[in-house]
């Protein structure tokens, strides 16, 4: 059956709220496209990055976005989506300046209301990288005070935990991971149980430890967090 590239856009998403990583990077195989619309073509290739470094794939999100300026430039929200998610991949591989400048071109403006806060919790993470605690504490009240949607607050209590563990409150980032941990809103998340499992480590409650990893690994079982929860419970075990 013929389908659109907004239709296959909309289908990697979905697979990737539900942590189907594997799966979202296997639909463009299986659609037959029978449009030509450069937008959506372009932030299915944003989304699939995600997958790609949920996976713990890094340079390969990385070289995905690689080429797609050009086309981006038409597009405002697809040029924002660009930097940001460059400005995400390159916060977690100990690129903070390059972070910092990808953040800086990502307008937020040219983002859908509803995707604010992810901006805001972008930046929080290339702050914690470049060592400014303070400024990624504003961001990420920013993005807690502009979260929408239910993935957005629970992701807010995340980087929340975040910023509080790189400022070294270990009491105060247990607590907010656990409120991550106990939000609602379930999908993916392996990330916040495993920084809560190694608070929880660095406090000397193993035992407590050892469920934060388990919980990564039974609700995110496809990312790296998972994989690294694995390694840590062994540690400890």
């Known amino acids: ?48 990055a995600e997958a790609e470094y949920n996976l713990g794939r890094w340079s390969e999100a990385w070289d995905r976005l690689r080429e797609l300026d050009p086309l981006a430039a038409a597009f405002p929200i697809a040029r924002a989506g660009l930097s940001q998610q460059r400005a995400w991949i390159a916060a977690h591989t100990g690129r903070a300046e390059e972070a910092l400048r990808h953040l800086r071109r990502a307008e937020l403006d040219d983002l859908p209301r509803r995707y604010h806060a992810e901006h805001f919790f972008t930046g929080a993470v290339a702050q914690i990288a470049a060592g400014d605690l303070d400024a990624a504490q504003r961001c990420a009240q920013a993005g807690a005070r502009t979260a929408v949607r239910a993935s957005s607050r629970r992701n807010a209590l995340t980087i929340g935990g975040r910023v509080a563990a790189a400022m070294q409150q270990w009491i105060e980032a247990e607590r907010v991971f656990r409120a991550a941990a106990l939000y609602p809103y379930r999908g993916q998340g392996g990330d916040a149980l495993l920084f809560w499992g190694d608070v929880l480590s660095r406090l000397g409650r193993s035992a407590d430890a050892l469920q934060a990893y388990a919980l990564a690994i039974e609700r995110d079982p496809q990312s790296e967090s998972a994989e690294l929860a694995r390694t840590r419970s062994q540690g400890i075990v």
Do not use: H, K, Q, W
């Open 1 to 48: 059956m013929l389908r659109t590239l907004e239709t296959l856009n909309a289908a990697v998403d979905g697979r990737i709220a539900r942590g189907d990583y594997r799966g979202a990077l296997e639909l463009p195989l299986a659609f037959v496209i029978d449009d030509a619309d450069t937008m959506s073509e372009l932030l299915v290739e944003i989304n699939l």
